[in-house]
């Protein structure tokens, strides 16, 4: 594929002079990625493939299209647009829901099949649309003030589910009608809805669960009132909002939370026993085939996880199996039942994450992968053939491959099923795993989507994203750069991958200046990793600077010993890895030892302030996006995991805050954030900012009213990145 855009680059240079790649450009529609399908499932019966894909005209705005899979040319199943010409305000809810599982745009954002293949759901302008197939008509189903939110059909097809004013409701689609099944809901107490640690840290999205045949519904309670309330203050361009929040900040209070299993039809409610212990994290909920509900309970330390099978008619429970670790436990949606009652799960216990196969009530448990390497998750079973799909790496931790294993004979090699040396992603396997859906991309080529056989062989394209003259992008591929990768060797011997960026016309006798993008965190994907590039790296690159990422220790994916560096002491061999980054940069001949910056959001932001703070004066500027300042200002789930309570840890909890280190404030820093942020608090900036301005210490400060732990919007995005910019222009380009 390199070789295509090489040529297709020099094609494009015979005809005219490549399109200069600005910042106007950059956010614009259409996307410079090209159409890209997201949200790809296969129909219930295997006949239609439906995806969600934006405008060409609004990158914002997204359609629900479909494809037939016998053939012929995507289709546009419902537009947004024409069934909403122009949606109303978002509920508090549904943002809240939408910045945690990081849905941006508008439109069509999420959709759900019914069982049968006959309609589909989804939620638009505060509404519950249903899309009736054959008739080719949207109608909504709900047409009141409230709005509702987590909406679902039930696997039988019967039942529409939605949360509303804290309170989980059914719609009968046989009869057309509504029951509440709670309405206790209000104030600090919720029906069916996942608690903020849950949305933002646990990627549970939801509060409630129907049973296979529709005969029972599990739901959550969540009482809130354990939190005490804080006051954020959310500051608009039109004003300001004083918002109560019952933030869970680490070592504090969390939610109380509760179970139910109600009969639909008789309306009769049981309590799920999930213990003793009631300061414990409902971490997911499965039913299973023969009608048993099965819990992952986790500890309050996150070192526990307990899988429980429940009675649904008396709530009772038992430990089918448990998982413990001194450092903590990571989530997973791998839990699988097999025809005979058995199970697939996947642990870490040896030190990477393999898949395990165990009895009906977790007895005998068998290893069907082993050795040092990553699972990331399990895709789809084939039960005829007794094989398992999963996602992960076997030789390349850069790459991500769909593999196939036998669970009937264990201690069989797994066998790749995709080609290419790049990230396969958006896994769908078929009913029957005679089929799977998949997209694809490298750092040569831009995401593409396409439904394969059993042995990876491409049946059919989704979405081709073909970089011909009619991509987006093509104006600028003549300019396009491919990074390099290589390793460097961490102070413990680890393996620390990175990419860095040349820029266009590169000469290696010249001395460029350099920006270093980090985020450094755990459980978020890596920068080195090979997928297609992102254009701001591009756009980057292409101002004359060298672009650097590297993979410090702490970052996911590498297995146990390699994530849990971090342990305890955040801000610490993170830090580490990227001061051996920043002087392996200053020994390439072609860079600038003296003109190196530094930026990163979020955790990247922290990573920004806590490295150019322990190495005063070794970068020559820095940009701090939503930054963590202190720990104990961040959620439960998230900083426990990783460091302890500021109880138990205070030492840790100390030397990880960024005051710590004020006084190696030296390094020229921006600082910006959304005044809305729910997630990285502006409490974290304010602190630091008056702290800084006590010690008569400059810096620069960009915020961004209304916005939240993201910028959204297109003028938003450029003038966040022009600012970028031009602070790093000012101190990092000659002359400076």
């Known amino acids: ?62 359609d629900l299209w479909a494809i037939d899979v016998d ?47 006959d309609a589909l759901l989804f939620p638009l302008d505060g509404d519950v649309f249903y ?49 509440a099944i709670t ?28 049973s296979g045949d529709d005969r029972y519904v599990a739901f959550a309670e969540v009482d809130e009132s354990p939190i005490p309330v804080s006051y954020r203050v959310d500051i608009a361009g039109d004003g300001a909002t004083v918002v109560e929040q019952r933030y869970p900040y680490a070592g504090e209070a969390n939610v109380r939370i509760r179970l139910f299993v109600e009969d639909i039809e008789t309306g009769e409610r049981a309590e799920v026993d999930l213990g003793d212990e009631t300061d414990i994290y409902l971490a997911r909920a499965n039913w299973s085939p023969d009608g048993r509900l099965f819990i992952q309970r986790q500890n309050r330390a996150q070192t526990r996880l307990d899988l429980l099978a429940v009675d649904p008619a008396t709530g009772d429970s038992t430990i089918v199996l448990t998982e413990i ?92 099923i995709t080609s290419g040396q790049g990230w396969w992603s958006g896994i769908s396997v078929g009913t029957g795993a005679q089929t799977f859906l998949a997209s694809y991309s490298d750092p040569s080529t831009p995401p593409h989507t396409a439904l394969y056989d059993a042995s990876g062989e491409r049946l059919r394209w989704i979405e081709e994203n073909a970089l011909d003259e009619a991509h987006p992008y093509f104006p600028h591929l003549d300019e396009h750069i491919v990074p390099e990768r290589g390793t460097l060797t961490a102070a ?20 460029y200046p ?70 392996f940069l200053q020994s390439l001949d072609y860079v600038d030892a003296g003109r190196i910056g530094l930026w990163g959001w979020s955790y990247g932001g922290y990573m920004t302030l806590m490295t150019t703070l322990q190495a005063p004066g070794a970068f020559a500027a820095g940009v701090a996006g939503a930054p963590v300042t202190d720990w104990a200002l961040y959620d439960t789930h998230y900083t426990e995991r990783y460091m302890g309570t500021p109880q138990n840890n205070p030492d840790g909890y ?24 729910d997630n990285v608090v502006f409490e974290n900036t304010t602190r630091l900012i008056h702290e800084l301005q006590a010690r008569d210490l400059p810096f620069e400060l960009m915020t961004y009213p209304g916005q939240r732990h993201g910028i959204r919007g297109e003028m938003r995005q450029r003038h966040r990145l022009r600012t970028m910019m031009d602070f790093f222009d000012r101190h990092l380009q000659p002359g400076e």
């Open 1 to 62: 594929m390199s070789l295509l855009i090489a040529a297709l680059g020099a094609l494009a240079a015979q005809d005219a002079e490549p399109a200069e790649l600005t910042l106007e450009r950059l956010f614009a529609s259409p996307s410079l990625d090209g159409p890209v399908a997201s949200a790809t499932r296969f129909s219930p019966d295997g006949g239609l493939i439906t995806f969600l894909q934006s405008k060409e005209e609004d990158a914002n705005v997204r």
């Open 183 to 210: 309405a206790e809901g209000g104030d600090t107490l919720s029906y069916g809805t996942a608690e903020f640690v849950a949305q933002e840290e646990m990627s549970r999205s939801t509060g409630y669960w129907f």
């Open 71 to 117: 053939g012929g040319e995507p289709f546009l199943l419902v537009d947004s647009r024409a069934l909403v010409p122009e949606e109303r305000e978002l509920s508090e809810a549904e943002i809240q829901l939408r910045e945690r599982a990081r849905i941006t745009g508008s439109g069509i954002v999420t959709y759900d099949w019914d069982a049968q293949g």
């Open 654 to 677: 100390e030397n990880s805050a960024v005051f710590a280190h004020l006084d190696g404030w030296e390094t020229p820093l921006l600082i910006m954030h959304g005044m809305a942020d």
């Open 492 to 511: 413990d011997g680890s393996e620390l991958h990175y990419a860095i960026y040349l820029p266009p016309d590169f000469d290696r006798s010249r001395r």
């Open 131 to 179: 899309f009736d197939l054959e008739r080719g008509e949207a109608r909504r189903l709900m047409e009141t003030e409230a709005a509702e939110t987590d909406s679902r059909i039930s696997p039988t097809g019967r039942y529409v589910g939605f949360v509303r004013d804290q309170n989980l409701f059914v719609h009968d689609l046989e009869i057309g009608e509504t029951r």
């Open 325 to 416: 670790d001194p450092a903590w436990i990571n989530l997973t949606d791998d839990l699988t039942f097999l025809d005979d009652g058995s199970f697939l799960w996947t642990s870490e216990r040896t030190g990477f994450r393999h898949i395990y196969h165990f009895g009906r009530d977790g007895a005998d448990p068998i290893a069907i992968t082993s050795g040092d390497w990553q699972i990331n998750a399990i895709e789809g079973v084939d039960y005829d053939a007794g094989l398992v799909y999963f996602s992960g790496w076997i030789s390349d931790s850069l790459q991500r491959h769909l593999y196939a294993v036998s669970y009937a004979q264990p201690g069989s090699e797994p066998v790749r």
């Open 514 to 583: 350099a920006i270093v993008n980090v985020y450094g965190g755990p459980g978020v994907g890596r920068r080195a990793r090979m997928t297609w590039t992102n254009m701001t790296s591009q756009y980057i690159a292409q101002q004359g600077y060298v672009y650097f990422m590297l993979d410090n220790r702490g970052t996911p994916d590498r297995g146990r010993a390699f994530e849990t560096a971090l342990h305890r002491a955040m801000g610490g061999v993170e830090v580490e890895d990227q001061l051996a980054g920043l002087t």
